[in-house]
């Protein structure tokens, strides 16, 4: 990567940082709700039956409630669990099945790893920020750029609108959304 795309990287991880920084957790978690109610409209999630999606930090859409309400009408929600430099597919089975993981303080599940990642139909996918030509920027370490080039399947963003801009900067690496879901909007190509 050249030193100018980090530099800009930086400067969108900051900024959105700051921006979160203004939300109490329970305005967010008001936002999440009408985040996850859009995101329960979208006729590709009412069909799947399997969907790859993540353990919400405080500061991304709260979506670990959703998580819960999906495991519960029967489908198969997975998680991902962090080992080296890879995401590791597992079975959600419930909250109880979560542990804390370094270095982010991620619940990660416990359950049997996915053996065949093909099934999955849709992942949903956090970012720090995602921008109206379906980019991501993530943390930083990559894992879900790795893990997205292996499979195919509906990739969906899920953001607070302070985190959707017109332009972020991305490079060859980083994987584009298919549909990016936020408070105001759904995108899709």
């Known amino acids: 990567m050249n030193s ?9 991880r900051k900024l959105v940082k700051q921006n979160k920084s203004v939300y109490s957790f329970s305005e967010l978690s008001k936002k999440s709700a009408i985040i996850l109610a859009k995101l329960s409209s979208i006729e590709e999630i009412k069909r799947a039956q399997t969907i790859l999606s993540y353990w919400s930090l405080d500061d991304e859409v709260h979506i670990c409630n959703w998580n819960i309400e999906q495991y519960r009408k029967g489908k198969t929600i997975l998680l991902p669990t962090v080992d080296g430099n890879d995401l590791i597919i597992r079975h959600f089975e419930g909250e109880d099945s979560l542990v804390e ?7 990660e599940p416990v359950g ?3 053996d065949n990642i093909q099934q999955i139909e849709i992942v949903i996918v956090p970012g720090l920020a ?4 379906f980019n991501r920027l993530g943390r930083g370490k990559g894992y879900y ?8 399947c509906l990739k969906i963003g899920t953001c607070f609108d302070f985190q959707l801009f017109d332009r972020i900067p ?3 690496y980083d994987i584009k959304m298919d549909i990016i879901v936020c408070e105001s909007k759904i995108l899709s190509h």
């Open 4 to 12: 100018s795309l980090d530099e800009e990287k930086k400067y969108f």
């Open 130 to 133: 995602f921008d109206i030509q």
């Open 101 to 107: 993981q370094p270095p982010f303080g991620i619940k």
């Open 112 to 114: 049997k790893i996915v």
């Open 170 to 172: 991305h490079n060859e």
């Open 145 to 152: 750029d790795r893990f997205l080039k292996k499979i195919k």
